[in-house]
């Protein structure tokens, strides 16, 4: 079940004032939670990396109907994507806020 918090924040910069998309954008803070919960080792995703999650929501919302593009123009408005693969993306924000202590436990499994 998505985060009411990281929802809240996703609809605030969205501009999304009504429950109309609740389903998707829960669909979509799920996903990446879980990306980042696998990527950082912690079964319940510190706050402070909420901002990871609520950017990549707004990302995949922003991008529906443009699954695959690096970038697209509309009569005249070009966007490019930041990121060809917004997984990918979050996951290499994230790489440098694993849990230390599940690294440890890594570490003493590797003999290091």
Known sequence: ????????NVKLELDINDTEHDALLSYYIDKYTLIAQNITHYDI????LNPYVVSSVVESYNRRGHEGESSNSVIGVSSSFAFKDIEDGLI???KNHRN?????GLRKLDGN
């Open 1 to 8: 079940m998505a985060d009411t918090t990281v929802l809240a």
């Open 92 to 94: 290499n924000k994230l």
């Open 45 to 48: 995703l510190p706050t402070e």
């Open 100 to 104: 230390p202590l599940s690294l440890a």
